[in-house]
Each structure stands twice: as C-alpha cells, then as structure tokens.
C-alpha cells in the first residue's frame, strides 16, 4: 500500500489504517474467548498482509480487549514491531469506573493520561507508544496541564509523538500553544454523510500546521459501502440513494466498487485524510485498501460531492 508522512513528522504511515476497535467482538472483556481472540488476531494479520502499517486503538476499546489482543499478536509476529505505527486513545472514563457512583466523564488530568499510557503499554507489549491521542474533548481540558503529561511520557521515551482526536480547531490551537512539539493528528468523523470537517475549519486548520486527519467511519457505519440499501421508509430516503447511485456508476466506470471509490474520494483531499477501516471481516479488509491506488480527478471528486449534499454549490 502507498505511504505518507504522519503530519509535520517523519513517521511513514499507510495511506489507510487499520482500526481496532471491533476485534474483540465485545465491548465487555468478560466474553473473550480464545476463539474470540484468534478472530481478532486473523483480522490483524489480514490487515498487515494488506499493506496497513498504521494501526489505531484507544484504552477503552474492547474493555481494553482490544489492546490485549493485539499484544498477544504482536508476541506472535515478533517482527511487525518494527514495520508497524501503534497508535491509541485515552481520556474516556465510562460510568462507575473507577468506583460506583462515578460519572461517565472525559479526563485529561496529568494523572489520567500517564497511568493510561501505563496501561497500553501493557497490554500492547510495548515499550513506546507511536502516537497517543486524546480521545474526546474534555470540558475541564488544561493545556498546561496536557503538556506536563505529554513531556514527561515524551522525556521518558514512552509515547513518540501526539494528536487528538474529535477535536474543534480552537480547542486543537489552544492545547498546541501550550506544546513546544507540533500536535500530528486530529481524528475526526468524515464520511459523505457527515461532510462538516469541509466547512467548520477543521480540515483548513490540518493544512495549515500539516496535521494529519484520520477519519473515523469513513463508510458513515457501512451506510456508503457495497452491498448497503438504504429502506424506503428512511429519513432523506431519496437523497442517500441518489449519492450511493452515484458511487456505483463512477465505481462501474473505474472497474471497481463503492466502498472503493467512496473511500478514494476522502484520500483524495490535499490534507491527506487516513480513513480508519474498522471491519474485522478479511475480504472488506482487503478490498477497502484497494483504494489507496485509486485518483480521483477534480470533476469526478465533486459529482460526488455534489451527490453528498444534495443541492448545488452556492
């Protein structure tokens, strides 16, 4: 698969990653299973086989089942630390964690990001983490505070480089004040159902200071790739089926499918978006990085956009 740079850095990464998210089946890590396991282990190796170097996680995935299994598979395939990226995620607190009564929360305490990188660490086998991103906007958010975190797991050889993740661009610019190092990503949802990132200056602010963004749910769940149909009785019916119509004649005309062109079109903005494919299933694994040799040219990338909005351009 074709590479690029990771934001202002010099870590190649595939043009697409491979998202951990559903590899343990559950979000309860009571249910794993050693069949659960090599599942999730089978869909790792598919994806590496497939030319993904960049694998995103977060603490939370899986009831950190996710993690775990991807340790086990990196005990496995004692090589692939060196060709793999490893990003994760931390901040999400659920409900009645660490105790009852405790609220669902976002945290970004000195203490809460150091002891979840602890954590990954653990359960990835890793000594350093490549990227470690903060997972959803604190309310509390203190960039002083961030950047001790952020230097002491840097310092101590820990975590390699940093991004956020859902993340405005002013809370983004005001984190990056704080920081002597450039911030790499910004992982956001974009998919040609949900196209803000194009107008709220959330992708003019990754060219700006060349950040990189990863987009979660490129597919929109699914609702744009091969195979879906959307039920006559859905919410602007009409306008999604005209938009997936219009993926399949331009996927018809390229030899190809939907999930492929639809997953081109976002790898075809100048700020370099990394969709995240999150499928466990080997085939969508393997089809989905076929788009990474698609260009789409100008005129193409915007019947497309325009099919997304459903009206015209101002």
């Given at each position: ?80 630390r060196e060709q ?10 659920f409900e009645d ?38 997972h959803r906007p ?177």
């Amino acid at each position: 698969m074709k590479t690029q740079l990771l934001g202002a850095s010099e870590i190649h990464v595939s043009r697409l990653a491979y998202g951990c998210m559903r590899i343990s089946g559950s979000w309860d890590r009571t249910t794993v299973d050693a069949e659960t396991i090599e599942r999730g282990i089978h869909a790792i190796e598919t994806a590496v086989d497939a030319g993904y170097t960049f694998f995103d996680h977060a603490d939370i995935y899986g009831d950190t089942a996710c993690e775990s299994i991807f340790g086990q598979a990196l005990a496995r395939h004692r090589a692939w630390r060196e060709q793999l990226v490893i990003a994760t995620k931390c901040g999400i607190c659920f409900e009645d964690e660490p105790a009852p009564g405790y609220p669902h929360r976002y945290d970004f305490s000195y203490r809460h990001i150091v002891d979840s990188v602890e954590g990954s660490l653990g359960r990835l086998q890793v000594d350093r983490i490549d990227l470690l991103m903060l997972h959803r906007p604190d309310f509390l958010a203190d960039p002083e505070e961030i950047t001790r975190a952020f230097t002491k797991l840097r310092d101590a050889g820990k975590v390699r480089e940093f991004g956020v993740s859902n993340f405005r661009p002013s809370l983004l610019s005001a984190v990056q004040s704080a920081l002597a190092f450039p911030l790499l990503v910004n992982q956001v949802e974009i998919h040609l159902r949900r196209l803000d990132c194009f107008t709220d200056g959330t992708l003019d602010q990754c060219l700006e200071r060349k950040i990189t963004p990863m987009a979660w749910s490129p597919l929109a769940g699914g609702r744009v790739a091969s195979g879906y149909a959307p039920a006559p009785e859905e919410s602007g019916y009409s306008h999604h089926a005209a938009l997936l119509e219009t993926l399949d004649k331009i996927a018809a005309e390229r030899g190809t499918d939907r999930t492929v062109i639809a997953l081109a079109w976002l790898l075809r903005h100048p700020s370099r978006i990394v969709p995240v494919i999150g499928t466990v299933k080997p085939k969508n694994i393997q089809i989905a990085a076929r788009a990474a040799d698609i260009e789409l040219d100008r005129e193409t990338w915007y019947r497309i956009l325009l099919a997304a909005r459903g009206q015209k351009l101002p």
